[in-house]
């Protein structure tokens, strides 16, 4: 038996097309995007940079430079007589003024979730515009509205004032919600007894952690950050926080210890920081899947 074996026809490969390269108009286009992506983060690093190093550094100045590796700088800041108190400042008023807004957010957003009254939307409105005003244009009508309650000048007022200013986006961030809580919960908690507030509490809260916690990370940084309410409001330097101690550090510019300021500014940086790495990752515990599975 003999194999045979057909022969296939050798298909002819036409001719190699080289690639085809890029227009030098689309070459020059990539080449500034890329140049516009260098420049911006440059932008934004060298600032950090500076800090860092200056705060680092024994013999800081204004310019960027390789650091004289010290800690003295941090050392100052927290045995200063001056500097802790300004941290302690902000600390309490930023603490105090989270914790009020979130207590007056909770029932507020409880109330328009679950109460239908007339000329709730438009109310609910009116609370959002209260964030387009911009801020300059109501500082001084808030400081003669302290004077006249006595309150300027204080704690109180300054912590009034700021949780009352962050108030509208918790009303909205949290109503939205409980919005999203089913009201089958909180009927199945009262036929087993529980009062209204017993199930705001037992329901209601563990079930909007993710709200409260975005509520409470940007009323904090917005109070911890704020520079121009304490600075219309206080005129005991006891009471300023350390936005404005940064402020008079740097506006005395012939006596500026760099790298105190530095180290003042990182310091400064890190309760929000620290925050945020804490609530991102215990935003999405409490989730309303588990509970209705349960």
């Known amino acids: 038996m003999t194999a045979t074996t057909t022969a296939r026809p050798q298909v002819s490969a036409g001719p190699v097309r ?19 992506l260098v420049l911006l983060a440059l932008f934004c690093i060298v600032p950090f940079a500076w800090v860092v190093f200056t705060a680092l550094d024994a013999n800081g100045g204004p310019t ?12 100052r800041f927290f045995t ?7 941290f302690l400042n902000s600390f309490i008023v930023s603490f105090a003024a989270t914790a ?17 009254f007339r000329g709730r939307t438009a109310f609910m409105y ?14 001084v009508a808030l400081y003669l509205l302290m004077v006249k ?39 199945a908690a009262w036929l087993d007894g529980t009062t209204r507030f017993g199930a705001i509490r037992r329901i209601i809260l563990p079930l909007v952690g993710p709200g409260l916690g975005a509520a409470a990370m940007l009323t904090f940084m917005a109070v911890w950050g704020d520079f121009l309410t304490p ?15 940064l402020f008079r550090s740097f506006t005395a510019f012939n006596q500026v210890d760099w790298g105190v300021l530095a ?20 935003l999405m515990r409490s989730s309303l899947g588990g509970a209705i599975k349960g």
Not at 80 to 86: I, M, N, V, Y
Not at 126 to 139: F, G, K, S, W, Y
Not at 231 to 245: A, E, F, N
């Open 149 to 187: 309650m006595q309150l300027d000048d204080s704690y109180l007022g300054l912590i009034l004032v700021e949780a009352a200013a962050a108030l509208p986006i918790t009303l909205w961030l949290l109503k939205g919600t409980i919005d999203g809580v089913p009201y089958e919960l909180e009927e």
């Open 18 to 36: 080289p690639p085809r390269r890029k227009p030098t108009w689309q070459i020059v286009q990539r080449a500034l995007q890329y140049g516009l």
């Open 64 to 75: 960027v430079r390789v650091p004289a590796f010290t800690l003295d700088n941090f050392v």
């Open 263 to 282: 180290a003042s500014a990182l310091v400064y940086m890190a309760p929000p920081a620290v925050l945020y790495i804490f609530l991102r990752r215990h």
């Open 100 to 116: 009020l807004n979130l207590a007056c957010g909770v029932f507020g957003a409880y109330a328009l979730s679950r109460y239908r």
């Open 80 to 86: 200063d007589g001056d500097t802790p108190r300004l």
């Open 231 to 245: 600075l219309v409001l206080l005129q005991s330097p006891d009471l300023y926080p350390l936005s404005i101690g």
């Open 126 to 139: 009116a609370i959002l515009l209260i964030r387009v005003i911009p801020p300059p244009a109501t500082i």
